[in-house]
């Protein structure tokens, strides 16, 4: 099958597209704070509480048997400085706040549900294998949590943007769930999420750590500059691709990848079979998000 008119269609668009979509307002607030080097939890409620719908998801994503938080959320406060931390509170407003400002359809295997299925699974395991590093290759407080809910935000642009090639990959990526998604756009559309990913977090001047996750996630050999998040981010997804989460379909992390990162495959075993365990409330927590 030819697709070389879907190509041509796309690159013409993407040339009449005068500006992306602005960073959302809060969104803002929430880069600006996570910058700051004072910023504490009360500056961090008092932004998240402008929106009482992302207040409310985030209470409830907090009180999720998922954290294993007995007594009851009755704030935002109290949600960030008993359950998330300062962090975590900060990445996942700002990855709710932030998909929130796209327009995508919610079902298929890149539609929002899916996404945020993928991003959530990412997020919680790229910080337990990020523990595990040695420190020649720390990360970040915080950075790793954010590049995991983030990384495949050119999936939310393409759906918002383009609306026909969208369905077309998501139709497509239905159709032949064995073929890699990143083979699937180069042919069908000749580019893939993580260039227009890339497009956006430059547009937005997210961090360099992000933006370089965003565009080399699925790049086994990808060695510059900020490579730990790129190569935790594909680490993560190919372990995922065991239960049938997300997007990658090769299962197995790349051995010199292991290597250079300094970790090992029982460490990847024992951190992928600890959030499996709690795989059915992360579940039900990523059900309620949507409902």
């Not at 509480?49 to 959320?73: E, R, T």
């Amino acid at each position: 099958m030819s697709y070389a008119a879907n190509k041509q269609d796309l690159r013409k668009k993407i040339a009449e597209i005068k500006e992306l979509p602005s960073m959302p307002t809060i969104s803002n607030k929430l880069v600006t704070l996570r910058d700051d080097p004072d910023a504490g939890i009360d500056d961090l409620s008092n932004i998240i509480k402008l929106d009482p719908a992302l207040s409310s998801k985030l209470v409830h994503y907090a009180a999720s048997p998922f954290f294993g938080y007995s007594k009851g959320i009755e704030s935002i406060e109290n949600a960030v400085s008993q359950v998330l931390g300062f962090d975590k509170a900060l990445n996942m407003a700002l990855a709710m706040d932030t998909s929130q400002s796209f327009d995508v359809p919610l079902e298929g295997p890149i539609g929002l549900k899916a996404v945020w299925r993928q991003a959530l699974f990412s997020a919680h395991l790229m910080q337990s294998l990020s523990e595990k590093l040695p420190p020649a290759n720390a990360t970040k407080p915080g950075m790793v949590y954010m590049v995991g809910l983030l990384h495949n935000i050119g999936f939310l642009l393409l759906g918002h943007l383009f609306k026909e090639e969208f369905q077309l990959l998501n139709k497509l990526a239905k159709e032949n769930p064995k073929i890699s998604i990143v083979d699937l756009e180069t042919r069908a559309l000749g580019m893939s999420h993580t260039d227009l990913g890339v497009w956006l977090m430059r547009e937005w001047s997210m961090p360099a750590e992000l933006t370089t996750a965003v565009f080399e996630h699925h790049n086994p050999f990808y060695k510059g500059q900020h490579f730990v998040y790129a190569n935790l981010a594909l680490i993560a997804n190919r372990l995922l691709c065991r239960h049938d989460i997300g997007d990658e379909k090769d299962p197995n992390p790349p051995s010199q990848m292991l290597q250079s990162l300094g970790l090992k495959e029982k460490q990847l075993d024992d951190v992928l079979e600890n959030l499996m365990d709690g795989k059915d409330e992360l579940e039900t927590m990523i059900q309620e998000l949507h409902s």
